[in-house]
């Protein structure tokens, strides 16, 4: 069979980037080790949250993690370990939280988060996919008086488009389960949710339907490479050929280490709880807890909170004693209410020290592209990737002559 493209791992970013390829014309194969009903692009918040959330290497996550691992009430946990790459990680998330990036962060995250929020619409306004696309704001709830003092002296001025800063009273309208304790609320218009599992679904079903291959439950486990590109790769009981090859396997690098590719990112795993509640007391839109990293996003039939950072684990079990947490911490800001039918889940973030992903050609296999390290913003960044790789693709063109790879690709980052 003659194949333009395969695509390795169907996640937001493999699914997207077999779409706008499918788009441009081109014979695509995607191929997956399980059947995409797990893999984290599908049990993740489903936040489209490029504006005004800022990125996670900020400066003084440090210091404000530390306060809260005081408390008791940190979603980060950190392994301890004398992984060299793990420690390497840590040293240039550290190094790369300062305010001179802080700004460019932010600019590149408001581009392409934009793009990404377009091309999801387009998706459904053209294609007839539906994913429960909400374009209602993402509300920051905070419940520390000093989180919340220094965030709204951010906001001193005015600009509706953009945010609102909420009253005691419309906080309880946006978010009815919330008790006593919250400090303050800005509501970030800009940003939106969408139900993960729909996307992926439905961005499967529209592509099987109009002739893209899929091959699920096949892990490639090999590459054969001559002098300068991939000739096939392999799975445990066949070959597969195509003219290019594009490496989205999320968090795992077992494909990129046959080629000796070092991809700085770490998995980083989170939990989601997944339940029905009085629907009186579902938030109006996706509200983050901010002061404890909890999201809790309403969906057309459920709820889901997401939560957790878990650094030096690859254990992919759902472990109680985080759930049990997840849950204590977040009834504290809640009034009692009966959560029901729970679904738990766990998955791997592929973060990198400083949230920009790691897309573009390899440099010595010209015919491999990656679509890697997509971090805790996948969803948020997937489509505009996506578009990029397929620009790269379609175009022939190298790393250096495509504008939206040096400026977004950590593999052009400088040092850190
Ligand atoms: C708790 C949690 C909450 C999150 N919330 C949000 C959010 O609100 N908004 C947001 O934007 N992002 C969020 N994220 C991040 C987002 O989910 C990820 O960035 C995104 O899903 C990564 O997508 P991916 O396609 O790179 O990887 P994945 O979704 O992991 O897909 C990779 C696929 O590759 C396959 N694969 C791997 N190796 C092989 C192989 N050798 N052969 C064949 N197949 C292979 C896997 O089976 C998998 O299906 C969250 C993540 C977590 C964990």
């Known amino acids: 069979m003659n194949r333009d493209i395969i695509v390795i791992g169907a996640g937001i970013m493999g699914l997207t980037a077999a779409y706008e390829l499918h788009k441009s014309g081109k014979k695509v194969t995607v ?42 009430e940190s979603p980060v946990i950190l392994h301890p370990t004398l992984d060299k790459k793990i420690i390497s990680w840590l040293w ?9 990036r802080l700004k460019r962060t932010i600019a590149l995250f408001e581009k392409y988060g934009q793009i990404t929020i377009d091309k999801y619409k387009k998706m459904q306004e053209e294609d007839g996919l539906d994913f429960d696309f909400q374009h209602k704001g993402m509300l920051s709830l905070f419940t520390n008086q000093e989180t919340y003092n220094k965030k709204i002296k951010q906001y001193s001025y005015e ?10 009273s419309e906080i309880k309208d946006y978010v009815p389960c919330s008790n006593e304790k919250a400090k303050g609320a800005i509501l970030f218009k800009k940003n939106a949710h969408l139900d993960p599992k729909k996307v992926i679904t439905q961005l499967k079903e529209y592509l099987e339907n109009n002739g893209v291959e899929f091959i699920l439950n096949e ?12 000739e096939y790769v392999k799975s445990a009981t066949k070959t597969y050929e195509a003219n290019t090859y594009i490496m989205s396997t999320g968090y795992q690098t077992l494909l990129a280490d046959k080629l000796n590719k070092e991809l700085i990112m770490t998995p980083a ?7 029905n509640m009085p629907k009186e007391y579902e938030p109006l839109t996706s509200t983050l807890f901010a002061d404890l ?5 309403p969906r057309k039939d459920d709820v889901r909170l997401t939560s957790k950072l878990e650094i030096g684990s690859t254990n992919p079990a759902v472990v109680k004693k985080q759930i049990d947490s997840i849950k204590e911490n ?28 790691l897309i573009g050609r390899d440099e010595k296999y010209k015919n491999l592209i990656y679509g890697m390290g997509l971090g805790w913003l996948g969803m948020t960044f997937g489509p505009s990737l996506a578009m990029i790789l397929n620009d790269l693709i379609i175009n022939d063109l190298e790393n250096k002559d495509c504008d939206d790879i040096l400026l977004f690709s950590g593999f052009y980052q400088g040092k850190y």
């Not at 399980?34 to 984290?40: E, K, S, Y």
């Not at 990293?293 to 996003?297: E, Q, T």
């Open 31 to 72: 191929i997956d080790e399980g059947n995409i009903t797990d893999c984290t692009s599908f049990g993740n918040a489903g936040l489209l949250s490029a504006f005004d959330k800022g990125p996670l290497s900020n400066p003084g996550v440090v210091l404000d993690t530390l306060k809260l691992m005081f408390k008791g």
């Open 92 to 100: 240039k998330f550290i190094n790369s939280a300062n305010p001179q």
């Open 159 to 168: 600009d509706e488009t953009r945010f609102k800063i909420l009253t005691k």
């Open 219 to 230: 892990k490639i486990t090999d590459i054969q490479f001559s002098e300068d590109k991939i």
């Open 269 to 275: 795993k989170g939990y989601s709880i997944t339940f």
């Open 293 to 297: 990293f909890i999201i809790m996003s």
């Open 330 to 357: 977040f009834k504290k800001y809640t009034i009692p209410f009966e959560m029901s039918n729970e679904k738990l889940w766990a998955g791997f973030r592929p973060l990198t020290p400083n949230d920009m992903p």
